[in-house]
């Protein structure tokens, strides 16, 4: 089964966001064009008979409960499973897709204020203001046109955190590509032992030389090294915890959820809760 998700990068939502609050025409006006756009939902309520919450924030964004959930809270860093249906105030579908995994925190704005709002098992309606959507931006490949609001359907049928979703990942591509993974007790960290070695195991601590390369798991690869010398205490998490497994002149495969690897943040070209795998041949300790 192939995953679907909705997954963007933080950079990306970051350069939406802001291109929706700073127009280049100096005659757009964000905030006129803000009311404008909640006048819109206003009248789209009344008209259709809606009574419509508003949230706690400053966005004061319009939503409507149709069936009150009974499971676990949404978090504002979950990856949530939903049913969702976009549309236009005028009825047009711009976007339908179910089961499928949207980030909280890395797709729209106006996604991640009201998410946490809800439990598994709701049934809601979110009216989201352009400044909180795709501001000046057309998506949907065009059938979400710039600086319009839209009206989402939305069925959580599942939150789980980044971790666990960067998990079952990986437990999708080992799968595919008939792959059988040892685990760390301690973190679940999963790696294979490509070739074994004959010489000492590091610490979490030592300096090692080695070869390696870093990939997506697209098979993109993102950096790699010749008898290149590092500190484990220097790298990420995830090198610290498997490293261990491997002797030298042994070669291990690392599968590292974003948690283990460069978080939230990303670092260079990785993006953002990026799952990375390692295939590292380790040298010698030094």
């Given at each position: 089964?192939?995953?679907?998700?909705?997954?963007?990068?933080?950079?990306?939502?970051?350069?939406?966001?802001?291109?929706?609050?700073?127009?280049?025409?100096?005659?757009?006006?964000?905030?006129?064009?803000?009311?404008?756009?909640?006048?819109?939902?206003?009248?789209?309520?009344?008209?259709?008979?809606?009574?419509?919450?508003?949230?706690?924030?400053?966005?004061?964004?319009?939503?409507?409960?149709?069936?009150?959930?009974?499971?676990?809270?949404?978090?504002?860093?979950?990856?949530?499973?939903?049913?969702?249906?976009?549309?236009?105030?005028?009825?047009?579908?711009?976007?339908?897709?179910?089961?499928?995994?949207?980030?909280?925190?890395?797709?729209?704005?106006?996604?991640?204020?009201?998410?946490?709002?809800?439990?598994?098992?709701?049934?809601?309606?979110?009216?989201?203001?352009?400044?909180?959507?795709y501001g000046s931006n057309v998506a949907f490949d065009g059938d979400l046109p710039a600086n319009t609001p839209m009206r989402l359907d939305v069925n959580i049928r599942g939150t789980q955190s980044s971790f666990d979703?960067?998990?079952?990942?990986?437990?999708?591509?080992?799968?595919?590509?008939?792959?059988?993974?040892?685990?760390?007790?301690?973190?679940?960290?999963?790696?294979?032992?490509?070739?074994?070695?004959?010489?000492?195991?590091?610490?979490?601590?030592?300096?090692?030389?080695?070869?390696?390369?870093?990939?997506?798991?697209?098979?993109?690869?993102?950096?790699?090294?010749?008898?290149?010398?590092?500190?484990?205490?220097?790298?990420?998490?995830?090198?610290?915890?498997?490293?261990?497994?491997?002797?030298e002149g042994g070669t291990i495969t690392m599968f590292l959820p974003s948690e283990y690897a460069y978080g939230r943040s990303g670092a260079g070209t990785i993006a953002p809760y990026s799952t990375l795998i390692f295939?590292?041949?380790?040298?010698?300790?030094?």
């Amino acid at each position: 089964m192939k995953l679907k998700s909705i997954l963007l990068s933080t950079a990306l939502i970051s350069s939406l966001f802001l291109a929706g609050c700073n127009d280049d025409d100096e005659s757009f006006n964000a905030a006129d064009q803000y009311n404008q756009e909640q006048e819109e939902i206003e009248a789209y309520l009344q008209e259709n008979g809606l009574n419509a919450q508003t949230d706690t924030t400053d966005a004061r964004l319009k939503y409507i409960v149709n069936q009150t959930g009974n499971g676990e809270r949404v978090a504002g860093d979950d990856v949530t499973l939903v049913d969702i249906t976009g549309t236009l105030l005028n009825g047009n579908t711009f976007y339908e897709e179910d089961s499928i995994y949207i980030r909280v925190n890395t797709w729209i704005a106006g996604y991640y204020i009201l998410a946490p709002y809800f439990s598994v098992g709701s049934d809601v309606t979110m009216f989201i203001p352009s400044y909180y959507g795709y501001g000046s931006n057309v998506a949907f490949d065009g059938d979400l046109p710039a600086n319009t609001p839209m009206r989402l359907d939305v069925n959580i049928r599942g939150t789980q955190s980044s971790f666990d979703y960067e998990q079952m990942v990986i437990s999708q591509y080992l799968e595919d590509n008939n792959l059988t993974a040892e685990v760390d007790e301690e973190t679940g960290l999963r790696y294979i032992i490509e070739e074994e070695g004959n010489g000492d195991f590091p610490t979490s601590s030592s300096n090692v030389t080695v070869n390696y390369e870093g990939t997506f798991l697209s098979g993109e690869t993102f950096d790699s090294g010749s008898s290149t010398t590092f500190s484990l205490s220097n790298l990420i998490e995830g090198w610290q915890v498997l490293m261990p497994y491997v002797s030298e002149g042994g070669t291990i495969t690392m599968f590292l959820p974003s948690e283990y690897a460069y978080g939230r943040s990303g670092a260079g070209t990785i993006a953002p809760y990026s799952t990375l795998i390692f295939t590292i041949d380790l040298e010698s300790i030094n």
